[in-house]
């Protein structure tokens, strides 16, 4: 619990010193706003997973050794959608939803007996997100968001049956992107959570696996594409000046 209240400190520390920043940087915006591109479209982002393990005692069996647990790469691809806030946003620039096939791998030893999990989760998750503009192509995206968890399959030996087959999760998750084009963006994001909500859990934010617990880290590469206006559409108007002035103003500058 210790660990997640310092990653929600850090985490809204950085999005105050993004507001702040926002503000005193003139960058050329990431996105025209001339009504050329749609506020919405699809991302794809492929990924690595790694399960961060801690060690422990061992307490739960008649031997003097302690438990190694280690975490194993294993693999993650996501499709999804994104919409950017018509006017901003005061603190969020745009949200995404998406759906994700991932393996979550990891092994534990005691003394000369080792034991190995390999789970695969299909996962539908929510994020609200931040920009911080560092120059022209370049920018910090942090973002919070919830997803939830549904184990298709797992192998392990011994079988790791101490694990549910769905959970719920809320996650933080901090970003590097690049403006590759007038079009297309490259996030590297790194997402980790920092609250379950299953019971046997008890609002942890690691897994309990065999007898030892792992935090889920998520590495991706987000790739995103503006899409442009088809004929005969219109571009999204803003009502007055005052939208106007707050939507330059907040948007990405």
């Given amino acids: 619990m210790r660990n997640s209240l310092l990653l929600i400190l850090i985490f809204t520390s950085g999005i105050g010193n993004s507001q702040m920043k926002m503000y005193q940087r003139k960058n050329i ?62 603190i969020f620039n745009y949200l995404d939803y998406g759906i994700s096939y991932k393996k979550l791998s990891g092994s534990e030893q005691i003394n000369e007996n080792k034991s190995i999990f390999k789970q695969r989760f299909l996962t539908g998750s929510f994020n609200l997100n931040n920009i911080w503009q560092l120059s022209d192509r370049k920018f910090i995206q942090t973002s919070i968001g919830s997803n939830i968890n549904f184990k298709l399959f797992e192998e392990g030996s011994p079988s790791p049956n101490n694990t549910d087959k769905l959970n719920l999760a809320f996650h933080l998750k901090v970003g590097y992107g690049y403006k590759v084009k007038k079009t297309s963006f490259i996030i590297l994001t ?46 999204e108007a803003l009502t007055s000046p005052e939208d106007k002035a707050r939507y330059e103003r907040n948007y990405m500058q």
């Fill in 190 to 235: 790194i997402e980790s959570p920092f609250l379950t909500l299953k019971n046997w859990e008890q609002g942890k934010s690691t897994y309990g696996i065999f007898n030892s617990r792992y935090r889920p880290l998520i590495f991706k590469v987000r790739f995103i594409w503006l899409k442009k206006l088809g004929k005969g559409k219109c571009p």
């Fill in 29 to 90: 915006p990431l996105v025209d706003f001339n009504g050329t591109y749609q506020l919405q479209n699809f991302y794809l982002s492929p990924g690595l997973t790694y399960m961060f393990s801690h060690e422990i005692p061992n307490i739960l069996t008649n031997s003097n050794g302690e438990i190694n647990a280690k975490g194993r790469l294993a693999y993650m691809i996501e499709a999804g959608a994104y919409r950017i806030f018509e006017k901003g946003g005061n």
